[in-house]
């Protein structure tokens, strides 16, 4: 499958210095695994998560789930060792905390080599401000993934966010339009509520509703809110297969009637994403 296609519904995120933890995600129903190397593990733990991310990798077994890593920032002590250890590592991506700048994204870039995708977490003011020129490197860094950081955002606006998010939108609405505009993937923040299924389903769906092609989670029971609200439902994937339909061997026609309204190429063409997107979780059995 694609990129473009490629389910990102839960994105998980884990400490890589809990075995166990490690172990369960190869059975977990997400769609992509983040082993942590940075806020999730404690200073004096760093070499052994390392240690630990990089067995993993090697070890492998985590089926079609993508496998990520997130290293630790770059003007730490910790991230230029993160980076040259997984240098020629069979990780997928590399998940980089605070981007900021694209030298970030160029500097990780040579120290990877032409090895894994490079994702980016924004997370801080000068993040947010600086997404034209990120996504304008995309290419060049092969960054395919932005992630908002709304826990580290949100403290550094000083912000008090409730259920709604509200003070987090604007930033949240700038990192989906950065994303299409440079035709890469976009990730909401994680929710911090682990018990509460309606509030997670709720947050997960207001994340799809502004864009988000899936949802960053830091514990197993967020994960099925996540795939419903970002897999398209039954409804939808019947809705796409009619609109397809109709169009078949009239595709040269800019806008056709169905059903008493009017659709052009460019819901034709959302309605062969949500097909593509169905078939690819369906593969995934």
Known sequence: ????????????FLPASNARAIEKARTLPCDVVILDLEDAVAPAQKQAARDAALAAVRAGGFGTRELVVRVNAADTPCGAEDLAALRGSAVEAVLLPKLADVATLTAART???????LWGMIETCAGVLALREIVAAADKTGLAVLVAGTNDLARELRCHVGADR?????????????????????LDGVINTLDDQVAIAAECAQGRDWGFDGKTLIHPAQIAGANAAFGPSVAAVAAARALAAAFDGREDEGAIRIDGRMVERLHLEEARRTLALAAAIAARG
């Open 1 to 12: 499958m694609s990129d473009v296609v490629r389910p990102r519904r839960s994105a998980l």
């Open 111 to 117: 120290a990877l080599g032409a090895g894994p995708a």
């Open 166 to 186: 509200a003070p987090l939108l604007p930033a949240l609405a700038q990192i989906v339009l950065a994303a299409r505009a440079g035709g890469i993937v976009a």
